[in-house]
T-cell receptor, first 112, second 114 residues
Framework: NAGVMQNPRHLVRRRGQEARLRCSPM?????VYWYRQLPEEGLKFMVY????????ESGMPKERFSAEFPKEGPSILRIQQVVRGDSAAYFC??????????FGQGTRLTVV | GENVEQHPSTLSVQEGDSAVIKCTYS??????FPWYKQELGKRPQLIID?????GEKKDQRIAVTLNKTAKHFSLHITETQPEDSAVYFC?????????????FGQGTILTVHP
């Protein structure tokens, strides 16, 4: 079991570009969470998805951010027209649905 | 809605002492309470968890207690070692309208001095 895989590990984007972050859950896990973390800060909830469904997106900014978890393939967090304030570490976690969640290594997004 | 308060924000202890981190939650339907350890530059790692039908759980030097009536749970680390130094996060999985949502406390920076 390879664990939760996130890619890329590091991503540099210029202001105005799109950032696409991928998360492959652990085998057998059908639930994915996305969190944002600024340096020396906590884990801020963004979105909770099951296969083909968004369960809770109360932490997602209303504009520019979207997430999906298709029937096949990884979960994708998409940030359009990135700004400097989007620079952060983005972590995903996967769960079989009973609550026990395991994290990926994160994607560190830098907007220049 | 769901809310998790964690205290203290920083905790400094001498090697060999015990460390206690406390969390309170607001969702009475919450039924699962994990704790994560995050070392600098790394991913959060699950270290122990407890479900709502249990009052206490222990795994070697770490233990977690849960008081559902008072809606608080605590992490206890005994015989602390320098490698225990990290940020610790409590979390809860909501029930009711927040079913399945995993919400974290603000984190505690634990420093164990040799």
């Amino acid at each position: 079991n390879a664990g939760v895989m996130q890619n890329p590990r590091h991503l540099v984007r210029r202001r105005g570009q799109e950032a696409r972050l991928r998360c492959s859950p652990m085998k057998g896990h059908s639930h994915v969470y996305w969190y944002r973390q600024l340096p020396e800060e906590g884990l801020k909830f963004m979105v909770y998805l099951q296969k083909e469904n968004i369960i809770d997106e109360s932490g997602m900014p209303k504009e520019r951010f979207s997430a999906e978890f298709p029937k096949e393939g990884p979960s994708i967090l998409r940030i359009q027209q990135v700004v400097r304030g989007d620079s952060a570490a983005y972590f995903c976690a996967s769960s079989p649905g009973e609550g026990k969640a395991f994290f990926g290594q994160g994607t560190r997004l830098t907007v220049v | 809605g769901e809310n998790v308060e964690q205290h203290p924000s920083t905790l400094s202890v001498q090697e060999g002492d015990s460390a206690v981190i406390k969390c309170t939650y607001s969702d009475s339907a919450s039924n699962y309470f994990p704790w994560y350890k995050q070392e600098l530059g790394k991913r959060p790692q699950l270290i122990i968890d407890i479900r709502s039908n249990v009052g206490e759980k222990k795994d070697q030097r770490i233990a977690v207690t849960l008081n559902k009536t008072a809606k608080h749970f605590s992490l206890h680390i005994t015989e602390t070692q320098p490698e225990d130094s990290a940020v610790y996060f409590c979390a809860e999985v909501g029930g009711g309208t927040s079913y399945g949502k995993l919400t974290f406390g603000q984190g505690t920076i634990l420093t164990v001095h040799p």
